[in-house]
């Protein structure tokens, strides 16, 4: 099972194959931290059916997504008869993921520390008897 969030690199290519199923393939960046900063490692992903549609109605280069998915290796051969592997992650399920951040004019959650603060300290300040 693989786990990835990260943002299109393009839009999506979405298809049909003789069957008439669609098909959508996107390439997902996903950001890791090296010694020396950050760098982003390119995901070719796939998927079929319903999923391949949302792909295709909603989303566009550099949205946000989460996906869940297996590692699939599919083998071709090339107009010039070269043969070739590729090794991509088929979606099995997709969450649009939003990019806003929380508003500051609204209040948070308090924190388990702030919650800790907030707790009476001493048995007399409870609000009934111990």
């Not at 969450?95 to 609204?106: I, N, T, V």
């Not at 603060?117 to 300040?125: D, R």
């Amino acid at each position: 099972s693989v786990n990835l969030v990260g943002r299109l690199g393009q839009n999506p290519k979405v298809g049909a194959v003789t069957s008439g199923s669609k098909v959508a393939s996107l390439s997902l960046g996903v950001n890791r931290k090296t010694k020396e900063g950050e760098t982003v490692d390119w995901f070719d992903c796939v998927a079929w059916g319903k999923t391949a549609d949302l792909i295709e109605k909603y989303l566009q280069k550099g949205d946000r997504i989460g996906i869940t998915g297996t590692l699939q290796t599919r083998n071709f051969e090339t107009a010039n008869g070269d043969k070739r592997r590729v090794v991509e992650i088929l979606i099995e399920r997709l969450d649009f993921l939003s990019d806003k951040k929380p508003d500051a004019a609204q209040p948070t959650e308090p924190t388990a520390q702030t919650a800790a603060e907030a707790a009476p300290t001493a048995p007399s300040e409870l609000p009934f008897e111990i």
